[in-house]
């Protein structure tokens, strides 16, 4: 288990009292940054022509008028301090230059414009529907294991207002057992290819580099991996040479071994932490950084705590530059907080989890529901417009 935070409000010299790095520590592992008070429509614009809040990832309806500086204890856990930028900045200059340099490179991105993914503006909230070709997925396994009703039903999702469909044939449910790339392959690409034929921006499922190809080759314009390019070691070098999007998605363990008592210092940063070093490394290898998306992996080798943690500091995200995908949709820790409803009995609860991620200003919602989804989505635009 993380240790819980415990947040507090505090001014400039407070914050300067609180906090102190330890010597020879890395600032990047050490101190997060994430967006607070948070401001949406109108109050954020004015806020921001006013010069008093900042905009949160380049959108101009979105602001946040402080910041909270998250900083790990050294037994384990973190604090969170929230104080004006002014405050921030003026305490990371007064403990050491590279301090200093980190703060202001980590506020440059919270407030940075992201890129277009796979041509869709990245300045409001999109719909990724899920397409599973498998038999075995935890929620719709079998439901479109045939290939002409997965592209029946995914040419309905776009009807219905999806962004992206997202296509897999392999489930990573717990406890799932691997498929073969060459099943995997079978199984996808004649839906990856239906849907690319009918214009459908297509993401490809997988874990597995010759899935991957294959997909590309059908027309797929993403890879979204649930290991960030981890399970295969072809798979990182696939994704730089077909220069091609890709999802790098947080992951504990394996869909075999994820459930089985995963430990965190700090839930929150440690994955903020893990997708810095993957999307470092995918840089590294020569995949574009305005092509790297981030998941934090909800459920993915996580507690119900340590989901709920993720959520409620999943702006910390933003620190690190890239466009984050939220894919919470019906998952177990719902029917946990509620009654133990069945998973396509989790419809409220997904969407109310998935509002924790628009009020935080994350882009991209995967989700099951798509006409569902999508109306919600521009219901909370509707409102935060005023």
């Known amino acids: 288990m993380s240790a819980a935070f ?35 429509g109108a109050a954020a614009r004015a806020a921001i022509e006013g010069g008093h809040a900042l905009p949160l990832a380049g959108r101009d309806d979105m602001a946040f008028s402080l910041v909270a500086v998250l900083l790990r204890k050294p037994g384990g856990g973190a604090d ?38 796979a041509g869709l503006s990245m300045d409001r ?11 075995d997925s935890f929620s719709d396994g079998g439901d479109r294991y045939d290939p002409a009703v997965a592209v029946a039903d995914g040419l309905a999702m776009l009807e219905a207002g999806a962004d992206i469909l997202d296509v897999g044939g392999e489930s990573t449910r717990p406890g799932s057992d691997p498929v073969s790339p060459e099943e995997e392959i079978r199984r996808v690409v004649p839906v990856v290819r239906g849907l690319a034929e009918k214009g ?7 874990r597995n580099a010759a899935t991957m ?106 620190g690190l530059g890239h466009p984050v995908l939220l894919g919470l949709s019906r998952k177990s820790f719902i029917g946990r907080l509620s009654r133990g409803e069945a998973p396509k009995e989790r419809l409220p609860g997904t969407i109310a ?19 569902e989804a999508v109306q919600a989505v521009a219901t909370w635009r509707g409102i935060g417009s005023v």
């Open 200 to 206: 459908a921006v297509v993401s490809i499922d997988t």
């Open 213 to 318: 190809e294959a997909a590309v080759a059908a027309g797929a314009r993403i890879v979204n991996d649930v290991t960030a390019l981890t399970w295969d070691p072809d798979a990182l070098p696939t994704v730089a040479r077909l220069d091609v999007l890709v999802v790098l998605m947080h992951i504990q363990g394996t869909p075999q071994t994820m459930q089985k008592d995963p430990v965190y210092d700090c839930a929150p940063l440690d994955v903020a932490d893990w997708l810095r070093g993957r999307a470092e490394e995918a840089r590294a290898a020569g995949v574009r950084a305005e092509n790297i998306c981030l998941d934090p992996g909800i459920g993915f080798g996580k507690t119900l705590a340590h989901n709920l943690e993720i959520l409620a500091w999943s702006g910390v995200l933003h």
């Open 125 to 135: 909230p999109r719909v990724m529907g899920i397409l599973n070709i498998t038999p």
């Open 6 to 40: 415990t947040p507090s409000i505090t001014e400039s010299p407070a914050l300067a009292r609180g906090f102190s790095l330890p010597e020879g520590a890395e600032p990047a592992s050490m101190v997060h940054l994430a967006p607070a008070a948070v401001l949406t």
């Open 80 to 117: 969170a301090v929230v104080a004006p930028e002014e405050a921030v900045t003026a305490w990371a200059e007064g403990c050491a230059e590279h301090v200093a340099a980190h703060v202001a490179a980590t506020l440059e991105r919270l407030t940075a414009p992201r890129p277009a993914f």
């Open 353 to 371: 989890a998935d509002q924790t991620g628009l009020d935080r200003g994350l882009q991209i919602l995967r989700v099951h529901d798509v006409s």
